[in-house]
């Protein structure tokens, strides 16, 4: 938890998923078109049924039932309106479309949220068993929050150089699009020849934001233009190697088991599509872009937006699951700062550094052997000792958890046309038929901001036991409405990733102690996250100012200050989830440790965590209160 404002996020959102912060992406794996439908739609029809199953030894059966079926109609209500969603799922239903940014379906979306609202508040929850009413309070929960972020719509950013519809747009047909046969590949050049009315609709989505005064800071502009000039670079553009889409489609189509004349026929339908269609519908936004670049301002903070100190509370709220203010977060910030450069000295006394923090933090930053170079060959060697570390894990998960992920794990590398602008690593889920496994995404566009003595921590918060573990079980689940397989808070999503940086040291790892030293600088750039988030949205801090305070107080590189504090400028709020969610996570832990005591088992404690997929962190709590109560009572 793997975006572009779109009924793809929406639906997610309104459904239980704040959102990732990463650009998704992911790895095609050829299947038929029927079988990948039937598992689909038989996952999505059995969820119901199996959900019921389950909780048939309490409450009112029927009712039971009426309102697991009632979860998927409504979930497959947005799926139906979604054909990315649909392509996301596998499915090959509207395949040659795009999703609908039209101010009216919008709007259309949002009194089909509050009449699902309405349906979901007839039904009395104490006919229901634990688990549907557990399922009901989330539903309910996630359309008012959805509904209450209505008045907020104009407020966001929906091209920024962290998520855009124009990048998304080419990262679904490179990784989610299959062609398995011809008519797949009609459908991609029918996406390819919508583009044109796709981009307008976007066009038109930013000028409703301009004329309320919401425009992305200044310093976005040349991201966004580079990255649309970037797709439209090279055949049959212009001179030079094919270009990122020309060359997916060719690939794709030269696997087919068709004629060579076919193929040749499908190759000049895409190429006619990209001049025709794609080449313009590019410039045109790109132009757009360009002419918006000059009516844009330095100011960064949410503060200057409209209403923007309690649109930035709803944010904080939305992303936090809690009702911290600004104020609350910033303090804690600084206080777990503090913390973390003490533990730090302690690993400069291990290594015998003699000097300063700050000047320990320039010796990690500057001496080469923390870093590969700037090669093929470096880029090569990171992924393969990334991929052997999270191996390593792999063949150690029995020590941590009962239940684990079915779904493999790759990693990769984030594809040229992005890798500019992209985050620096990211977690792609797998498919739910099992069509695709999970990715890790590591941007190695620079290896300069890719210090070897964060690798180990950054593989296992992407990948094991981080977001793979629990993006791919909550995905996997049984016993749960598909709405809370797809769904997700960003609290208890981050909050696990970072946890999962700190609990290999339990068993062993992290060896070397630059390496922990890496863990902590980790840790440590999510607290200071707490301090600039708040600083720049609520303090009216600048970009500079934000800057400089995490370059000081952290031994990245400059060049990834600048791309984090970029970040969090244009995502108000979403920074400050990570740290509190591993904070909540790690208190309810000490707290069952100490009620338990010999009776804790981390095991156990997990798969309390993991095995009701993603909730908020109120409702995490209640369920870790209920598992140590239930473990006294035995």
């Given at each position: 938890m793997k975006l572009k404002l779109t009924l793809l996020a929406a639906a997610i959102s309104a459904l239980a998923m704040t959102g990732c912060d990463r650009e998704q992406a992911g790895q095609q794996k050829n299947t038929a078109a029927n079988e990948t439908a039937q598992v689909t739609e038989q996952a999505a029809t059995e969820s119901a049924e199996t959900a019921t199953s389950a909780a048939a030894s309490e409450g009112d059966a029927e009712v039971i039932q009426q309102t697991n079926e009632l979860f998927e109609q409504q979930f497959q209500t947005h799926v139906s309106r979604s054909p990315e969603f649909k392509t996301f799922l596998g499915m090959k239903e509207d395949y040659g479309k795009w999703d609908d940014l039209s101010p009216e379906f919008e709007k259309e979306t949002h009194e089909i949220y509050k009449s699902q609202l309405e349906a979901l508040k007839k039904i009395d929850p104490n006919k229901l068993d634990k688990a549907t009413r557990l399922s009901l309070d989330l539903a309910i929960r996630n359309l008012e929050q959805n509904i209450e972020g209505w008045k907020w719509r104009l407020h966001t950013y929906p091209v920024n150089q962290m998520y855009a519809a124009h990048t998304s747009v080419a990262s679904m047909l490179i990784n989610q699009h299959r062609i398995d046969d011809a008519s797949d590949a009609e459908a991609y050049i029918s996406r390819l020849n919508a583009l044109p009315a796709h981009f307008d609709q976007l066009?038109?989505?930013?000028?409703?934001?301009?004329?309320?005064?919401?425009?992305?800071?200044?310093?976005?502009?040349?991201?966004?233009?580079?990255?649309?000039?970037?797709?439209?670079?090279?055949?049959?553009?212009?001179?030079?190697?094919?270009?990122?889409?020309?060359?997916?489609?060719?690939g794709k189509v030269d696997k087919l088991e068709i004629s060579d004349e076919e193929k040749t026929a499908l190759v000049e339908q895409a190429k006619t599509a990209m001049l025709d269609s794609v080449k313009p519908a590019y410039e045109k936004l790109i132009g757009y872009l360009g002419e918006l670049e000059q009516k844009a301002t330095t100011d960064d903070?949410?503060?200057?937006?409209?209403?923007?100190?309690?649109?930035?509370?709803?944010?904080?709220?939305?992303?936090?699951?809690?009702?911290?203010?600004?104020?609350?977060?910033?303090?804690?910030?600084?206080?777990?700062?503090?913390?973390?450069?003490?533990e730090m000295r302690e690993i400069m006394a291990k290594v015998k550094f003699e000097g300063t923090l700050q000047e320990f933090f320039e010796f990690m930053r500057t001496d080469k052997q923390f870093y590969y170079p700037e090669t093929e060959e470096g880029k090569q060697r990171y992924l393969k000792e990334a991929t052997a570390m999270i191996d390593n894990l792999k063949g150690r998960l029995d020590e941590l958890f009962i239940t684990k992920p079915k779904a493999d794990?790759?990693?990769?590398?984030?594809?040229?046309?992005?890798?500019?602008?992209?985050?620096?690593?990211?977690?792609?889920?797998?498919?739910?038929?099992?069509?695709?496994?999970?990715i890790y995404y590591a941007n190695l566009y620079k290896m300069s901001s890719m210090p070897v003595y964060q690798m180990e921590a950054l593989a296992y918060h992407e990948g094991i036991p981080g977001h793979h573990m629990q993006l791919s079980i909550m995905q996997e689940l049984e016993n749960v409405p598909s709405f809370r397989k797809f769904g997700g808070y960003t609290a208890y999503t981050e909050g696990w990733g970072l946890y999962s940086e700190l609990v290999p040291k339990e068993i062993g790892l992290y060896q070397d102690p630059y390496s922990d030293f890496g863990r902590l600088a980790m840790e440590l750039w999510r607290a200071g996250r707490l301090v600039v988030d708040t600083g720049l949205h609520s303090k009216k801090w600048t970009r500079e100012e934000t800057i400089d305070w995490l370059a000081e107080n952290s031994p990245n590189p400059k060049e990834d200050v600048v791309k984090a504090i970029e970040r969090y400028i244009v995502m108000p709020g979403q920074a400050t989830a990570y740290k509190i969610g591993m904070m909540k996570i790690l208190e309810l832990r000490e707290n069952a440790k100490q009620q338990l005591g010999d009776k804790f088992d981390i095991r156990e404690f997990h798969d309390v965590v993991l095995a009701n997929g993603a909730v908020p962190l109120d409702v995490l709590e209640e369920l870790v209160t209920d598992w140590v109560n239930s473990k006294q009572a035995n």
């Amino acid at each position: 938890m793997k975006l572009k404002l779109t009924l793809l996020a929406a639906a997610i959102s309104a459904l239980a998923m704040t959102g990732c912060d990463r650009e998704q992406a992911g790895q095609q794996k050829n299947t038929a078109a029927n079988e990948t439908a039937q598992v689909t739609e038989q996952a999505a029809t059995e969820s119901a049924e199996t959900a019921t199953s389950a909780a048939a030894s309490e409450g009112d059966a029927e009712v039971i039932q009426q309102t697991n079926e009632l979860f998927e109609q409504q979930f497959q209500t947005h799926v139906s309106r979604s054909p990315e969603f649909k392509t996301f799922l596998g499915m090959k239903e509207d395949y040659g479309k795009w999703d609908d940014l039209s101010p009216e379906f919008e709007k259309e979306t949002h009194e089909i949220y509050k009449s699902q609202l309405e349906a979901l508040k007839k039904i009395d929850p104490n006919k229901l068993d634990k688990a549907t009413r557990l399922s009901l309070d989330l539903a309910i929960r996630n359309l008012e929050q959805n509904i209450e972020g209505w008045k907020w719509r104009l407020h966001t950013y929906p091209v920024n150089q962290m998520y855009a519809a124009h990048t998304s747009v080419a990262s679904m047909l490179i990784n989610q699009h299959r062609i398995d046969d011809a008519s797949d590949a009609e459908a991609y050049i029918s996406r390819l020849n919508a583009l044109p009315a796709h981009f307008d609709q976007l066009i038109e989505n930013l000028q409703a934001r301009a004329d309320k005064g919401v425009i992305v800071p200044k310093f976005v502009f040349p991201y966004i233009i580079s990255d649309g000039q970037n797709l439209i670079t090279g055949a049959p553009y212009g001179d030079g190697e094919d270009s990122t889409l020309y060359a997916d489609f060719k690939g794709k189509v030269d696997k087919l088991e068709i004629s060579d004349e076919e193929k040749t026929a499908l190759v000049e339908q895409a190429k006619t599509a990209m001049l025709d269609s794609v080449k313009p519908a590019y410039e045109k936004l790109i132009g757009y872009l360009g002419e918006l670049e000059q009516k844009a301002t330095t100011d960064d903070g949410a503060w200057k937006l409209p209403d923007g100190d309690a649109f930035y509370q709803h944010r904080l709220n939305v992303y936090t699951t809690t009702d911290m203010t600004a104020e609350e977060i910033h303090q804690k910030g600084l206080e777990d700062v503090k913390r973390i450069h003490d533990e730090m000295r302690e690993i400069m006394a291990k290594v015998k550094f003699e000097g300063t923090l700050q000047e320990f933090f320039e010796f990690m930053r500057t001496d080469k052997q923390f870093y590969y170079p700037e090669t093929e060959e470096g880029k090569q060697r990171y992924l393969k000792e990334a991929t052997a570390m999270i191996d390593n894990l792999k063949g150690r998960l029995d020590e941590l958890f009962i239940t684990k992920p079915k779904a493999d794990l790759v990693v990769k590398a984030v594809e040229p046309f992005r890798e500019k602008s992209a985050g620096k690593a990211f977690y792609q889920r797998p498919a739910p038929d099992g069509s695709r496994p999970g990715i890790y995404y590591a941007n190695l566009y620079k290896m300069s901001s890719m210090p070897v003595y964060q690798m180990e921590a950054l593989a296992y918060h992407e990948g094991i036991p981080g977001h793979h573990m629990q993006l791919s079980i909550m995905q996997e689940l049984e016993n749960v409405p598909s709405f809370r397989k797809f769904g997700g808070y960003t609290a208890y999503t981050e909050g696990w990733g970072l946890y999962s940086e700190l609990v290999p040291k339990e068993i062993g790892l992290y060896q070397d102690p630059y390496s922990d030293f890496g863990r902590l600088a980790m840790e440590l750039w999510r607290a200071g996250r707490l301090v600039v988030d708040t600083g720049l949205h609520s303090k009216k801090w600048t970009r500079e100012e934000t800057i400089d305070w995490l370059a000081e107080n952290s031994p990245n590189p400059k060049e990834d200050v600048v791309k984090a504090i970029e970040r969090y400028i244009v995502m108000p709020g979403q920074a400050t989830a990570y740290k509190i969610g591993m904070m909540k996570i790690l208190e309810l832990r000490e707290n069952a440790k100490q009620q338990l005591g010999d009776k804790f088992d981390i095991r156990e404690f997990h798969d309390v965590v993991l095995a009701n997929g993603a909730v908020p962190l109120d409702v995490l709590e209640e369920l870790v209160t209920d598992w140590v109560n239930s473990k006294q009572a035995n």
